[in-house]
């Protein structure tokens, strides 16, 4: 399937996320403005990133300023050297990839890892599939980082980051755009990633309830479609008696 960049409401578009899960593409958020287009996150390897490059440029929007990291997973992270602009996100984020740059990432690395725990096995493959030129990759650390919350400017455009944690990953952050009503969650609400994963790891309602708010009629998280603040409050109602929504 091929993706495409999508406008899902006024003034913010989506650069969807893979519907093949073995792709493990998060979507990506685009929000154009004055001073720039900035990217809630950056897709997992560079053939995706430089897709959503090209779709940019062919959209005749403005140059990418920004890139903001909703957490510091691999799949959210690894497209962002190819836009060479500075990342923003949480402290612990950049934390966390300041550890990760100093590790030798490559396929040889990747295999003898996946030998000392295999549980890694899944993502670190996918990592080697997806990657495969290691040489012209690289981790971009975040250059701007925050604790509580940062409001990031792009001419009228206001951009609220809001740090959230959460069991998937202590640096989670949402973003909200409330000129456009749209909220990005990233993977904050959804359990540990796979090789963190216990038997009764689910989402969190509390979570997802907490961010429940009026003046966001849309919700995007980073791997399934967005979803109504209606839809929302129906699936809240429900109290989340399954836990189906989730993959990665
Ligand atoms: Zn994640």
């Known amino acids: 399937m091929t993706q495409k960049l999508t406008q899902i409401t006024e003034r913010v578009c989506l650069w969807p996320y893979h519907q093949d899960p073995n792709q493990i593409q998060p979507c990506i958020g685009v929000i154009p403005g004055d001073r720039g287009t900035v990217l809630v996150d950056a897709g ?3 053939t995706a990133a430089r897709q959503l490059k090209w779709a940019l440029e062919r959209a005749n929007l403005p140059p990418v300023s920004r890139i903001i990291y909703t957490h510091h997973h691999w799949d959210h992270v690894y497209g962002a050297c190819v836009f060479e602009v500075p990342a923003v996100a949480h402290r612990l984020c950049r934390d966390i990839l300041l550890e990760e740059v100093e590790k030798p990432w490559g396929s040889k690395y990747l295999e003898d890892e996946i030998k000392k725990n295999s549980l890694l096995q899944v993502s670190y493959e996918a990592r080697d599939r997806l990657i495969g030129d290691w040489e012209n990759f690289r981790i971009v650390v975040p250059e701007i980082v925050f604790d509580g919350s940062m409001v990031v400017e792009t001419g009228e455009m206001k951009i ?9 990953a202590q640096d989670s952050i949402v973003v909200k755009v409330p000129q456009a009503g749209v909220m990005f969650l990233g993977d ?3 359990p540990p990633p796979l090789h963190l994963r216990k038997p009764d790891s689910t989402i969190s309602i509390p979570l997802l309830a907490s961010l429940e708010d009026e003046t966001y009629a849309l919700y995007v998280d980073g791997h399934s479609e967005p979803f109504t603040r209606d839809e929302l409050l129906a699936f809240l109602e429900k109290e989340g008696s399954d836990s189906s929504m989730i993959s990665e």
């Open 44 to 46: 997992n390897c560079l």
């Open 160 to 168: 609220v980051l809001q740090h959230v944690g959460g069991e998937h």
């Open 188 to 190: 904050c609400f959804y």
